[in-house]
Each structure stands twice: as structure tokens, then as C-alpha cells.
């Protein structure tokens, strides 16, 4: 059981990245799914999550607008387009899996803002 995350790197301000995060071992439709992020010397956030079926997501109040969080199940993969980064966006993204009580977390991608 594990999820795998990809698509980090570094960018300039301005640009995009689509992140994606690979699950293997569970009944990846049936999960919750989630981005977070954790920069050096901040708390973790959510940035944003989607629910099983991909019909209702939420986002963090400072990546509304520029990212978006979408899934397919066909495919075990949830994924975060990110447009119009910016330098404080800098962080390790993790994907996140819950269903009931059980949650699972990605090893995490770099995701690096900057000129």
C-alpha cells in the first residue's frame, strides 16, 4: 500500500506544475484525497482535497484560483495543477489518503518558486 508523488521541481514565478500522486494497494475510489504542504519554518497546510467520486474539492484561501485538484480513478491517480506560482509557494507537497479510519501519506515531491 503506498502513494507515490511526482512532478516537483524547479520553476520561476509565474509558472505551472502539475504534481501527480500514484496509489497502489487500496480502492483508490473509495478514498478521500489530499494535498498538502509543508514549507521550512511554517506548519503543515492543506492545500487541497477532493472527494471519491472527484464531484466536490476544497482549496486552501491562498491557492484558490490557481490550483486545481482533480482525479482519476480509472487511473489510481490523483492530481495538482498549479498555475501562477509563486515564491511562498515553495514547500514539499505529500499526497494524503483517508477512508474512515484509515490515512496514508506520499513520501512527498519539492515543489521550488523561484527566479
Known amino acids: 500500500v503506498q502513494l507515490v508523488e511526482s512532478g516537483g521541481g524547479l520553476v520561476m514565478p509565474g509558472g505551472s506544475l502539475t504534481l501527480s500522486c500514484v496509489a497502489s494497494?487500496?480502492?483508490?475510489?473509495?478514498?478521500?484525497m489530499s494535498w498538502y504542504r509543508h514549507a521550512p519554518g511554517k506548519e503543515r497546510e492543506l492545500v487541497a482535497a477532493?472527494?471519491?467520486?472527484?464531484?466536490?474539492?476544497n482549496y486552501a484561501d491562498s491557492v484558490k484560483g490557481r490550483f486545481t485538484i482533480s482525479r482519476d480513478n480509472a487511473k489510481n491517480t490523483v492530481y495538482l495543477r498549479m498555475n501562477s506560482l509563486k515564491p511562498e509557494d515553495t514547500a514539499v507537497y505529500y499526497c494524503?489518503?483517508?477512508?474512515?479510519?484509515?490515512?496514508?501519506w506520499g513520501q512527498g515531491t519539492q515543489v521550488t518558486v523561484s527566479a
Open positions: 477532493i472527494d471519491p467520486a472527484g464531484r466536490n474539492t
Open positions: 494497494g487500496l480502492t483508490f475510489s473509495t478514498y478521500d
Open positions: 494524503f489518503a483517508r477512508r474512515l479510519s484509515f490515512s496514508l
